[in-house]
């Protein structure tokens, strides 16, 4: 739902925003530290749990992300949020003290981004430490496949439509609790084209860790195959951390 609520003019921003999502999305949903882990957590820094530059998908280029500039978009993405009148109302957050836990989070998580400048193509990946409570986001999905969002932002109105859809993970996920799920996004600002996003996003919990990668693209239709392999080499690197 945040990923439609504001239109982004340069890629950097947009993936800023595309990370600031992740962050609020584990910030508001809190964790699941009872949730079983298969192993033990990793002794590995987490910085280091991330895909390297090349292990990230082929044409792709890392983008240097410093916590402050994150801290600064998720802070204003969820300003944005509390701002906006959503529709069903009951699918509005109401989350309190939100830049308190994103900061919380933050400090307790690491993050990395990459975009294929080419194929108009943005990657996230995060690596928190902590459990995720992935049945509350699908069911939250469930309860609101469909949102409009109406904000303004530097004046001007910006009207957004977002579906989103469960998926079934992929398989050789190895057993690790996993959800995917597909979002279009389409957004208008002021009386401006309609611009169109989908993404596809994965998380799944491991080791004690919540693992998230995020695919996304100002298009229609986005390469299915593609996220499922950035997705498994994400988990299978936490998997086999030291």
């Known amino acids: 739902m945040l990923t439609g609520m504001i239109t982004l003019r340069y890629q950097g921003a947009r993936l800023l925003a595309g990370i600031s999502a992740g962050v609020l999305l584990l910030a508001g949903c809190g964790g699941n530290d009872d949730a079983a882990s298969n192993s033990a957590a990793p002794t590995t820094p987490r910085d280091q749990l991330l895909l390297s530059e090349s292990e990230f998908p082929a044409g792709t280029k890392k983008v240097d992300l410093p916590k402050d500039r994150l801290e600064t978009a998720a802070a204003d993405l969820a300003g944005t949020q509390q701002s906006s009148t959503i529709t069903p109302a009951d699918c509005a957050d109401t989350q309190q003290d939100l830049g308190t836990a994103t900061k919380n989070l933050l400090a307790d998580a690491a993050v990395a981004g990459a975009t294929d400048d080419k194929a108009g193509l943005m990657f996230v990946e995060f690596v928190a430490g902590r459990t995720a409570d992935l049945a509350k986001i699908t069911d939250g999905n469930k309860k609101c496949g469909e949102v409009s969002a109406t904000s303004t932002v530097e004046g001007k109105q910006i009207t957004s439509v977002v579906k989103v859809e469960n998926l079934d993970a992929p398989a050789g996920l190895n057993g690790a609790e996993a959800i995917v ?41 986005l390469d299915e195959a593609a996220f499922e392999k950035f997705f498994l080499d994400a988990v299978e690197k936490v998997r086999k951390a030291a």
């Open 181 to 221: 799920y597909k979002s279009v996004s389409t957004s208008t600002v002021g009386a401006g084209k309609p611009l169109t996003s989908t993404a596809y996003q994965g998380m799944a919990v491991l080791r004690g860790t919540t693992v998230v990668v995020r695919v996304a693209a100002l298009k229609d239709s």
